[in-house]
């Protein structure tokens, strides 16, 4: 809504409307939205790579954790910032690759953490720590739909 006055006249409220996005421009919008996303995803992602090699080489959890804490909330902020659903399938279907790997990353980092904490007291866990090798697949996937995303 908008104030307007003309000189001698009190003021009147007008409502101003905006003109109705098309099919097209919704979808081009969230595309852009999920390129947007998933770019800083793939620079959290290789902190995340970075937390897990260190937890791997037994660096101390007193550097690790503030390093690998604020990643796993900003995977979950980011999975807050995903659409609920786009219209467009090939939007909805990147939208969903996305929202499975930001919940996969933030897990996967927050139980290396929890190991790292913990390995002390189990071998199984202390063997757990030594087989981490980085995100697996779900971080070479994010990487791909990036650049599908660059792309288009």
């Known amino acids: ?16 409307l905006e003109p109705s996005r098309t099919p097209a421009e919704d979808r081009a919008g969230q595309r852009a939205a999920l390129r947007r996303i998933a770019a800083e995803a793939v620079i959290l992602q ?6 897990i090699a260190g937890i791997r080489a ?26 609920r659903r786009c219209e467009d399938p090939d939007n909805e279907r990147v939208r969903a690759i996305l929202d499975v790997t930001f919940h ?26 030594d087989a981490m090798d980085g995100l697996g ?8 739909v990036y650049a599908t995303l660059a792309a288009s």
């Open 1 to 16: 809504m908008a104030w307007f006055r003309r000189r001698s006249e009190p003021f009147v409220l007008v409502d101003v």
């Open 104 to 129: 996969h990353h933030a897990m996967a980092l927050a139980t290396a953490l929890e190991f790292s904490a913990l390995e002390w007291r189990s071998p199984e866990l202390a063997r757990q720590v």
């Open 58 to 83: 037994r660096e101390s959890l007193g550097s690790l954790a503030p390093r690998g804490g604020p990643v796993v909330r900003r995977f979950f902020a980011l999975r807050d910032r995903l659409p």
């Open 137 to 144: 697949p779900p971080a070479r996937r994010l990487e791909e």
């Open 46 to 51: 290789d902190e995340a790579e970075s937390v």
